[in-house]
């Protein structure tokens, strides 16, 4: 068997009903790996949204994680119902300035997830879905273009991989089932 990464694995799993802790995963009596389970019931509303707007105002780059954290508002332990706390996950992103475009798509896409199983007052269904601009379409493009990235990524490597191997430019596009243009582009890129 081959070992493709000495990385360690781990996972981690945001839940609204579980507190934090770590189960561990067999995958044979030798080989394991840890999932961190992380309670977003173990965090303030109140003080996470005051910790995030503080980031905000500092320097305005909040991470992956913080991001995804704040649209999963609704799930922390608050005063407020879910409906209030989606409006608020809604508002506090769509003020966020120069928010990452694929990152903003995915965190906006699971709002409007949040809100069309959460929210019934139609009102309010209306603002939130006007704030994080519209309808669905925002998480299937954000899915195509992480899609078509990897696949870009992976034939990148092919035509690399055949070149070192000899390859020529007909027979590289031939294999790997991609355009010539492709190919040339690569190994502009990885031969100059």
């Known amino acids: 068997m081959e070992i493709k990464s000495k990385k360690p694995i781990e996972a981690h ?3 609204s009903v579980e507190t934090n802790r770590v189960k561990w995963y067999h995958v044979n009596p030798d080989s394991k790996f840890p999932i961190y389970i992380h309670s977003l019931k173990s ?3 109140k003080e996470f949204i005051n910790t995030m707007k503080t980031k905000i105002e500092d320097d305005g780059n909040l991470n992956e994680k913080e991001l ?3 649209s999963l508002l609704c799930f922390m332990n608050s005063e407020k119902n879910i409906p209030d706390l989606i409006h608020d996950s809604a508002t506090i992103i769509t003020n966020i300035a120069n928010l990452n475009n ?3 798509q995915f965190v906006k896409g699971i709002i409007l997830m949040l809100c069309d199983k959460f929210v019934d007052d139609e009102l309010l269904n209306t603002r939130i879905i006007n704030k994080v601009g519209g309808n669905m379409k925002v ?3 954000y899915a195509d273009r992480v899609a078509e990235r990897k ?3 992976k034939n990148e490597a092919i ?3 055949l070149r070192k191997k000899g390859f020529k430019i007909e027979e590289i ?3 790997a089932d991609v355009s010539q243009d492709f190919v040339e582009k690569i190994l502009a890129k990885v031969e100059s």
């Open 151 to 153: 696949v870009n990524e």
């Open 159 to 161: 035509v690399i991989k």
């Open 173 to 175: 596009a031939e294999t």
């Open 13 to 15: 799993v945001l839940s």
């Open 43 to 45: 965090y303030d509303e």
């Open 139 to 141: 998480v299937e493009d």
């Open 68 to 70: 995804l954290m704040l």
């Open 102 to 104: 694929d990152i903003a």
